[in-house]
């Protein structure tokens, strides 16, 4: 059987301990972190609102076939 690891060597997560892990990041201000994180609890309620009222379209739409048969 040929060698799989040949295929990983270029990728980033390689198991190299003498690598940097992170890269180079910016610094974040608390103010910018407090922004992504309303973005991101918003994000979330709205994904949240849209997936309710996708599955009480899909349950009533069930219903009315179970009703109307």
Known sequence: MLNQSKRF?????GNNKQRQSTGNLPNAIPQQLK????RIKREK???????MM???????ILVWMIYTS
Do not use: A, D, F, Q
Request: charged residues 30%.
């Open 9 to 13: 060597r270029k990728t980033i997560g």
């Open 54 to 60: 996708l599955s009480v379209l899909i349950i009533g």
């Open 45 to 51: 309620k709205l994904l949240w609102i849209k997936v």
């Open 35 to 38: 922004e992504i994180r309303e």
